[in-house]
């Protein structure tokens, strides 16, 4: 294992293991990451190197004036389920990470979102082997996806991410 500061976007995992990830730890931290996802109410259930979960519960809190899940409480489900997706596909790497930034989003809102609802994210896996095979620092542009499901599993929105990933490597790691 490299030896070398954690710094950038890894610095939010301290005890990080790149070597022998460790997912529920990954959860527990970025789980405390947002304050506006703890404001939403927001629950990362799940990450893994393939995917993210995120639920929002069943609160009035979350709900609009037709008594709908509110477009903003999604998006915050669908961003932050986005950026975890990274995390956990990106965990044996993370160190080399400097930033991840949204640069652009785009939704679309199929049903009424009743109850509660998760959402499920992923990051496409081709642009991710290029920022995980990485030989120098370097910008990178990725994209994600989430789809939100009530609890029939039916999609009530869907979204995608344009993502900037920017990766910085220590003289050794080159």
Request: charged share 25%; net charge negative; hydrophobic share 45%.
């Amino acid at each position: 294992m490299t030896t070398r500061e954690i710094a950038g976007f890894a610095a939010a995992y301290p005890e990080l293991d790149c070597d022998a990830v460790d997912y529920e730890y990954l959860r527990a931290v970025s789980q405390e990451m947002v304050p506006f996802g703890r404001h939403v109410g927001t629950l990362i259930t799940e990450i893994g190197p393939e995917r993210a979960v995120v639920e929002i519960p069943a609160v009035g809190s979350v709900r609009n004036h037709m008594g709908t899940v509110h477009a903003g409480a999604l998006f915050t489900a669908a961003d932050i389920g986005g950026a975890a997706a990274f995390v956990g596909a990106a965990a044996t790497r993370l160190r080399t990470v400097e930033r991840l930034v949204l640069r652009g989003a785009s939704a679309s809102y199929r049903k009424p979102a009743v109850g509660r609802i998760r959402a499920i994210a992923t990051v496409d896996q081709r642009e991710l082997a290029d920022v995980l095979a990485a030989t120098a620092a370097q910008r990178f542009e990725l994209s994600g996806k989430a789809a939100l499901l009530d609890d029939g599993d039916v999609v009530v929105a869907k979204f995608t991410f344009d993502y900037v990933c920017d990766i910085t490597l220590a003289e050794d790691e080159r």
